[in-house]
């Protein structure tokens, strides 16, 4: 994928060029940031992010819509929005900037095994599923289409996990029975990176690039990210999550946990280590 450089320059030219309302604010990079995106804080209440590559530059515009009308409805902060960008001739797609959110990243170490943790997720993602499906036009991705993708990353790192485990995984969500009901919302990245924590406690939830309406089973990351077998067990009851989405959402959790490894772990430790845990918890169920 395409990946143009950026650094502080480069964001303090757009920023004054197409905002100069904000152009006296300070600006610092935001580290770490996310591998789809390079945040720096302007002045103290905003946030501007900036596409990596190519595969993420429709999400400025996604959460500009979309994001201001679930806010009010769900019962952790989410980012909201305030401008979509321009691509400019130094950098080629839109960019947004949004109203900062205070917080650390979180941790397994830190709420693995927390009951509390567990139980707000799970009332987030119930009240981001109770919300009405209208959703501008975007085809739901079933899980069957990334088989190919998904047998292959196996076979790529099977001297590294126990391949027979991840494929009866893998086989075991492609035979579960599909999502029977309506679509609901889901967050789509729904993972412990995704997470912001305050005082011991859960703060926000961020980063919406794959926002759409669909099987609830594609946010089900979160309990093999961030849990411990006994909070996910807490999650899974809070929610009522039925086996079938659940069977569905463990292959889901070691196919996003395959890609991410097999994209990032050889350059970025951290996600080495992500990614790692959340295919061996994929893997224990």
């Not at 960019?95 to 650390?104: A, F, I, K, N, P």
């Amino acid at each position: 994928m395409e990946r143009p450089p950026i650094d502080t320059g480069l964001v303090r030219r757009l920023v004054d060029a197409q905002f100069p309302q904000w152009a006296g604010r300070a600006l610092k990079p935001v580290e770490p940031a996310g591998s789809d995106h390079v945040i720096h804080r302007l002045g103290d209440d905003l946030a501007v992010r900036l596409p990596r590559h190519s595969g993420a530059i429709h999400q400025a515009q996604l959460e500009f819509d979309w994001l201001p009308r679930l806010a009010p409805h769900l019962p952790l902060p989410i980012p909201v929005p305030v401008a979509v960008g321009r691509p400019a001739a130094d950098y080629p797609w839109h960019w947004s900037v949004s109203r900062w959110l205070d917080g650390e990243v979180a941790t397994v170490a830190e709420f693995g095994e927390s009951v509390e943790a567990a139980v707000a997720l799970a009332d987030f993602l119930h009240a981001l599923q109770g919300l009405p499906g209208e959703f501008p036009a975007r085809e739901d991705r079933p899980l069957a289409l990334r088989d190919a993708e998904t047998r292959a990353a196996i076979a790529q790192v099977a001297g590294v996990f126990d391949a027979p485990a991840m494929t009866a995984v893998w086989e075991a969500a492609l035979a579960a029975p599909a999502w029977g009901g309506e679509p609901v919302w889901y967050h789509g990245d729904f993972h412990v990176g995704n997470l912001l924590t305050r005082n011991g406690r859960i703060s926000a939830v961020i980063d919406f690039g794959g926002l759409g309406v669909g099987d609830p089973a594609r946010d089900m990351m979160m309990p093999f990210t961030l849990m411990s077998a006994s909070t996910r067990e807490v999650f899974r009851r809070r929610l009522g999550v039925d086996d079938a989405t659940w069977t569905r959402g463990r292959g889901w959790a070691l196919a996003t946990g395959l890609n991410a490894y097999c994209s990032y772990a050889a350059t970025n430790p951290r996600v080495a280590a992500a990614t790692t845990r959340q295919i061996c918890e994929a893997i224990a169920g």
